[in-house]
């Protein structure tokens, strides 16, 4: 099946810098990616996707480019604000069961 | 979120007692999932529907079982509760003709002692 690996967290930044989160998957095919990011003490919520090879998807600022040559899905961020202090979660979608795997998450702590 | 209710939001129970959980949505998704969300697992697949009583297992399904009597409830049933169920548990709900994607629950706390 599908798997999803991660960078490890928290990862801690100052408000303003440069926010890079890895994703790299394995999968069968080629499926749309995902990433979804969850507040404290709530549900996931979408934050963007890609459905094909070269495809960037975006919001809030934040980007994220399917890579298939190297199956990869990097999320990043030109400014983070103390607001996108949050987990974030990379999820291929299982071509067959239209169900997406997640990856452990990666937290972010941005700081004043 | 809008469309998707899940309940009880909190729920502590004794080892050993059948528990029903509930996923309710308003907006006639074909899809549905339970996935249980654990301290360094992210989110696990426990079963999912793709229609009217059409379910299948995923990658943690052992001790749970599931039911869609109707599209718009998905009810997931732990048969006799254990401590190592004791989770958090969120439904979500996707629709084929859109993207795929999912929109989640706020999810369900549960306690087994």
């Known amino acids: 099946g599908d798997s999803v690996t991660q960078m490890e967290g928290p990862v801690t930044l100052s408000e303003e810098a440069f926010l890079t989160i890895n994703c790299t998957y394995t999968?069968?095919?080629?499926?749309?990616l995902f990433w979804y990011v969850q507040y404290p003490g709530e549900g996931l919520q979408l934050l963007l996707k890609a459905t094909k090879a070269d495809d960037k998807g975006s919001n809030k600022g934040f980007e994220a480019t399917y890579r298939k040559e190297t199956t990869s899905f990097h999320l990043e961020k030109g400014s983070v604000q103390v607001s996108d202090s949050a987990v974030y979660f990379c999820?291929?979608?299982?071509?067959?069961?239209?169900?997406?795997?997640f990856g452990s998450g990666t937290r972010l702590q941005v700081q004043p | 979120d809008a469309g998707i209710t899940q309940s009880p939001r909190h729920k502590v129970t004794e080892t050993g007692t059948p528990v029903t959980l509930r996923c309710h949505q308003t907006e006639n998704h074909r899809y549905m999932y339970w996935y249980r969300q654990d301290p360094g697992h992210g989110l696990r697949l426990i079963h999912y529907s793709y229609g009217v009583k059409d379910t299948d297992k995923g990658e943690v399904s052992d001790g749970y079982s599931v039911s869609r009597s109707k599209t718009e409830d998905f009810l997931l049933t732990l048969e006799s509760a254990t401590s190592s169920q004791t989770s958090v548990y969120f439904c979500a709900i996707s629709d084929p003709v859109g993207d795929y994607g999912y929109t989640f629950g706020s999810g369900t706390r549960l306690t087994v002692v």
């Open positions: 999820a291929p979608m299982d071509t067959g069961r239209r169900a997406l795997t």
């Open positions: 999968a069968t095919g080629y499926p749309s």
